[in-house]
Structures are given as C-alpha cells and as structure tokens.
C-alpha cells in the first residue's frame, strides 16, 4: 500500500509578494487586495473606509502627523498600488512624487584632524577664534584646553603636557587663536581616572559582581 507524502511545505516571506508598507502587515494588503476585487463600487467604496479604520488601529502613530486621515488615504491607495478606483475623500497623491527619492542630507566632508578630540572639539575652536580678545576669551580658551586634555588621556591613557594641548588649539585654529602666557590647568587628581565611552558601566559591572563574590564567601 502507497504512502501518502503529507509532507508539509513551508511558505517563507521571501518568496511573498513584497509588502508595499510593511508597518501594515501582509493582512491589511490582502484586504486591499480584496477590496479592489469587489465589483460593486458602493461596496468598494465602504469596504476601503472599513480597511482605512483598521490602518488607523494598526499605526496609531500616525495621529502624530498633520491632517492624518488624508495620510490613511494615501497609504491605501499607495498599498492597493495605485489601482483602486473608489470615491476617496481625499486627491489621490501623484505616483511619482510618492514614489521621488528624499533629498541628500549634506554631510561635513572635512576630514577630523585629531581623531581623540573629535569633530565637536574643532567647531568649538572655530566658535572661540571669532571672539574679541580679552578676559571671556581667555577663560573660554582655559577651560577647552581642560576638556581637551581630558579626552587626549581617554584615548592614549598617558601624560601630558599642557604645552601639547596649547599647541593642538593653535593648530586646530589655523593659528587665529594664540593661547595667551601665563594660563594655567588645574592638576589632575593622582587617583584620577579616565575612561573610554562605555567602560565605565563595564568596571562598574566587575566591581560589583567582585563585591557579591565576597559577601557570598563570609
């Protein structure tokens, strides 16, 4: 007697129609799928507001939006792919601006001189080289040249020199800043101890665990 091959093929996404929104899910586009099937147009035409409800549940978010019951409307006709012919209360938007590729954000080309001062370092440079010299000035120079020294230490872990850090201002400035003589950095603590973004939470996380280790051992 032949065996009967119940063997049970699955249906993968990938091998579905592509979602045209895929925050809807593939059940909203099966139901617009039907709705453009429906030969009535008065029926077409409620089945479509029943579908725009159901969106409206499925994103909520989208109450965030201006005039959000046109943006349902729009994605329907976006879902149905721009084939459902029914009385909308809205235009139907313009395919091709719909479908028109956002504009490039620009983006600062100028490559980082400094790598462990960052890009941030060098527009505050910019920030101070335009102010009238005098004693604001002079404190605004003091206290980036702490900060800066601050991350030199988080990311080469080694002493330095207030000069280096003078000099690393002058030449991120294009020389329009001349550090004046006589400023001084506060000293470092002895104990002080600086650390790379995320590290922190990590040695906190050994500590800890070191703690319960020994609490657990008494």
């Given at each position: 007697m032949?065996?009967?091959d119940?063997t049970?093929?699955?249906?993968?996404?990938?091998?579905?129609?592509?979602?045209?929104?895929?925050?809807?899910?593939?059940?909203?586009q099966?139901?617009?799928?039907?709705?453009?099937?429906?030969?009535?147009?008065?029926?077409?035409?409620?089945?479509?507001?029943?579908?725009v409800?159901?969106?409206?549940?499925?994103?909520?978010?989208?109450?965030?939006?201006?005039?959000?019951?046109?943006?349902?409307?729009?994605?329907?006709?976006i879902?149905?792919?721009?084939?459902?012919?029914?009385?909308?209360?809205?235009?139907?938007?313009?395919?091709?601006?719909?479908?028109e590729?956002?504009?490039?954000?620009?983006?600062?080309?100028?490559?980082?001189?400094?790598?462990?001062?960052?890009?941030?370092?060098?527009s505050?440079?910019?920030?101070?080289?335009?102010?009238?010299?005098?004693?604001?000035?002079?404190?605004?120079?003091?206290?980036?040249?702490?900060?800066?020294?601050?991350?030199y230490?988080?990311?080469?872990?080694?002493?330095?020199?207030?000069?280096?850090?003078?000099?690393?201002?002058?030449?991120l400035?294009?020389?329009?800043?001349?550090?004046?003589?006589?400023?001084?950095?506060?000293?470092?603590?002895?104990?002080?101890?600086?650390?790379?973004?995320?590290?922190?939470?990590?040695?906190?996380?050994?500590?800890?665990?070191?703690?319960?280790?020994?609490?657990?051992?008494?």
């Open positions: 032949e065996q009967k119940e049970c093929e699955l249906l993968y996404n990938t091998r579905r129609e592509k979602l045209r929104m895929p925050e809807y899910g593939r059940n909203v099966k139901m617009v799928d039907y709705v453009k099937s429906v030969e009535e147009r008065e029926k077409r035409d409620e089945q479509a507001k029943a579908v409800k159901v969106m409206e549940i499925i994103n909520p978010q989208v109450h965030q939006q201006e005039n959000y019951e046109q943006k349902l409307w729009d994605h329907l006709h879902i149905s792919g721009f084939q459902l012919d029914i009385d909308s209360p809205y235009p139907v938007p313009a395919q091709d601006t719909i479908s590729r956002p504009r490039e954000v620009p983006i600062e080309k100028k490559p980082i001189r400094f790598n462990h001062y960052g890009r941030n370092i060098e505050i440079v910019d920030l101070i080289a335009e102010q009238e010299d005098g004693e604001v000035k002079t404190a605004m120079i003091r206290q980036l040249a702490i900060y800066m020294r601050q991350q230490l988080i990311w080469n872990k080694d002493t330095v020199a207030d000069e280096t850090i003078f000099k690393d201002i002058e030449m400035s294009d020389n329009r800043i001349k550090v004046p003589e006589g400023i001084v950095l506060s000293r470092i603590s002895s104990d002080a101890s600086f650390s790379r973004p995320g590290m922190n939470s990590n040695r906190y996380q050994q500590r800890r665990g070191g703690q319960k280790a020994k609490k657990q051992r008494k």
